[in-house]
T-cell receptor, first 115, second 111 residues
Framework: GAVVSQHPSRVICKSGTSVKIECRSL??????MFWYRQFPKQSLMLMATSNEGSKATYEQGVEKDKFLINHASLTLSTLTVTSAHPEDSSFYIC???????????FGEGSWLTVV | SQQGEEDPQALSIQEGENATMNCSYK?????LQWYRQNSGRGLVHLILIRSNEREKHSGRLRVTLDTSKKSSSLLITASRAADTASYFCATDDSNAGKSTFGDGTTLTVKP
């Protein structure tokens, strides 16, 4: 079964509003989670690394004020797309590294549509 | 930049034929995973192969890993129309501590 869960799987929001996507590790504690974005008909690009209890590390070109990441607990990281615009419409997916097995598990992803 | 490169970018075959997709990467890895994504849907995990493994099977799927060549292949045997999807490899970079996706292969299986 799934070990990383994302919610919501699909969300539609109005332009100018903010939307939050949650990523949970279900049966393990994850000090590090990762957020990816997929543009239409393209692959998935790493946006940022979410670190529990500290600031996220953003990849070059990703606006940290636009994409707020909070990793307040060892099982939950959230990505908030602030002041969303239609060009933010995309597929967002998170992953978490499971301790011990040294394996990264991905959530199923969240489709965001900004209208 | 993307670590993984996949080829072909697009593959079209007849139902019943085998489909082979390849993934190349650049750094040392802990493991490599293959995912399927149907159009407009989320990622579905297919198989994980660890760096000390050379081949794994799961149903009609066969994955190979050649760490000396830094490449992996995904073979789908006896393809079905329902296998039509995009397939991505994701490498777990042992040095960087994060995963990188390949560009993906779009597979079309014609009934």
């Amino acid at each position: 079964g799934a070990v990383v869960s994302q919610h919501p799987s699909r969300v539609i929001c109005k332009s100018g509003t903010s939307v939050k996507i949650e990523c949970r590790s279900l049966d393990f504690q994850a000090t590090t989670m990762f957020w990816y974005r997929q543009f239409p008909k393209q692959s998935l690009m790493l946006m940022a690394t979410s670190n529990e209890g500290s600031k996220a590390t953003y990849e070059q070109g990703v606006e940290k004020d636009k994409f707020l990441i909070n990793h307040a607990s060892l099982t939950l990281s959230t990505l908030t797309v602030t002041s969303a615009h239609p060009e933010d419409s995309s597929f967002y997916i998170c992953s978490a590294r499971k301790p011990g097995g040294n394996t990264i598990y991905f959530g199923e992803g969240s489709w965001l549509t900004v209208v | 930049s993307q670590q993984g490169e996949e080829d072909p970018q697009a593959l079209s075959i007849q139902e019943g034929e085998n489909a082979t997709m390849n993934c190349s990467y650049k750094t040392s890895i802990n493991n490599l995973q293959w995912y399927r994504q149907n159009s407009g849907r989320g990622l579905v995990h297919l198989i994980l192969i660890r760096s000390n493994e050379r081949e794994k099977h799961s149903g009609r799927l066969r994955v190979t890993l050649d760490t000396s060549k830094k490449s992996s292949s995904l073979l789908i045997t006896a393809s079905r129309a329902a296998d039509t999807a995009s397939y991505f490899c994701a490498t777990d970079d042992s040095n960087a501590g994060k995963s990188t996706f390949g560009d993906g292969t779009t597979l079309t299986v014609k009934p």
